[in-house]
Each structure stands twice: as C-alpha cells, then as structure tokens.
C-alpha cells in the first residue's frame, strides 16, 4: 500500500512565477490537509479537503494561495506570484475519517525555494 | 495562548538510556487526539504513536510510550533504549473537533540528539 505522495520533492521558482504542489493521498483516504513549514519551526496548517470540497481553509492566505482537490487526480496546492517569503517546505497528510483514530499520515513534502 | 507547547527546544541522550520528551496541551474539548512524530534530518514526518482523550491505557508501540496524565493535559512521549537512529526533531500535535470537521495544532518540536 503506497504511502502518501507528493511531488514535485524540490521545486525552484523565480519571485513571480507560479508554484504547484501535488498531493496523492493514501488508498483509501478521501481527506486531505495542507500543512507549511519554515525552518526551524513547527508545522502551519493552511487548508483541509475531502474530494471536491474545501472543509476548512483557515490557515490560508487570502491572497495567491488556492487548493484543490477534484474528484479524479491529486490535490493541487498552487501559489501564484510567489515571493521569497513563500520558501517553506509543504507537506501535505491524508487520513480516512471514521478510521478509528483518523490519524494523519503525512508525504514526505515539498521543498520550494524561490529565488 | 498555545494549544500544543513543548518546552525542550533541545534534548540530549545517551544511546541505550530512556529520555521523556514533554508536551501540554490546551482544549476545553471533550474529545480529542494527541499525537506524536518524528522527523529526521531527511525531512520526511514519521507518525509515532496515538492517544485518545477517552484511552484508559497509556498508548505504547514497541520503544514508544505515551504518558497520558489527562488531569494536567501532558501528553509526554516516552522513548526507551535510545538508539542513535532517534535523533531527529519530535512534534506533539493534537486533534480537535469532530469526525470530518477535525483540526490538527502542533507544537514547535524538541529536536532530540542520542549520544554514542
């Protein structure tokens, strides 16, 4: 049973250009989160989907941030005109719910660093 | 104020010797998850182990325990033998809510060096 996948695993943009993030959750798992993470800190929630459905978008900023997760394919973390303040690492977690614990189950992220 | 706080920004270990890493958390939830991962220099998050608010049994798997005193709302992960394979930064994090509506709050880690 594949685990959580993202890609890409390193991504390198210039100040402007736009990011994409993909995220395919575990088998089985319809829900999805979205988390940030700068150096040295803990982890920042930014959105919770399930397929279709964006359940809570809290975390997000208001501005050139957007989620997506469709029906068929992986959940889409997009930034658009990105600054060098967007350098993170993004993991993303799925987990199934009513699962029991409905633990989060995390992928092993994505490196953006913008120039 | 914090809903998830460690307060050991950094342990030391010996290898073979048992190390507590501390955690307190904050809800006026009835029912709630605590959790704890790893995460090693390669980035990637590693779930540990789970607790929750209605365990009667502190949670363990295999050199992992959980210490579950729900009166002062600690959630200490116990690690026993430490090998040196255990450095890495450990994250508490705790559920909230609802089943479909669940929020998830981490604490800013303790990273965790094991000494030969």
């Known amino acids: 049973n594949a685990g959580v996948m993202q890609n890409p695993r390193h991504l390198v943009r210039r100040r402007g250009q736009e990011a994409r993030l993909r995220c395919s959750p575990m088998?089985?798992?319809?829900?999805v989160y979205w988390y940030r993470q700068l150096p040295e800190e803990g982890l920042k929630f930014m959105v919770y989907?399930?397929?279709?459905?964006?359940?809570?978008e809290s975390g997000m900023p208001k501005e050139r941030f957007s989620a997506e997760f469709p029906k068929e394919g992986p959940s889409i973390l997009r930034i658009q005109q990105v600054v060098r303040g967007d350098s993170a690492a993004y993991f993303c977690?799925?987990?199934?719910?009513?699962?029991?614990?409905?633990?989060?189950?995390f992928g092993p992220g994505t490196r953006l660093t913008v120039l | 104020a914090q809903k998830i706080t460690q307060t050991q920004p950094g342990m030391f270990v010996q290898e073979k010797e048992a190390v507590t890493l501390d955690c307190t958390y904050d809800?006026?939830?009835?029912?709630?998850?605590l959790f704890w991962y790893k995460q090693p220099s390669s980035g990637e998050m590693i779930f540990l182990i789970y607790?929750?608010?209605?365990?009667?049994q502190n949670a363990t798997e295999g050199r992992y325990s959980l210490n579950f005193q729900k009166a002062r709302k600690s959630a200490n992960l116990v690690i026993s033998a430490s090998q040196l394979g255990d450095s890495a930064m450990y994250f508490c994090?705790?559920?909230?809510?609802?089943?479909?509506?669940?929020?998830?709050?981490f604490g800013t880690g303790t990273r965790l060096k094991v000494l030969a």
């Open positions: 977690a799925s987990s199934v719910v009513g699962g029991g614990t409905d633990t989060q189950y």
């Open positions: 088998k089985g798992h319809s829900h």
């Open positions: 989907l399930q397929k279709e459905n964006i359940i809570d």
């Open positions: 809800t006026s939830d009835p029912s709630y998850g």
């Open positions: 607790q929750g608010s209605y365990d009667q």
């Open positions: 994090a705790m559920r909230e809510g609802t089943s479909g509506t669940y929020k998830y709050i």
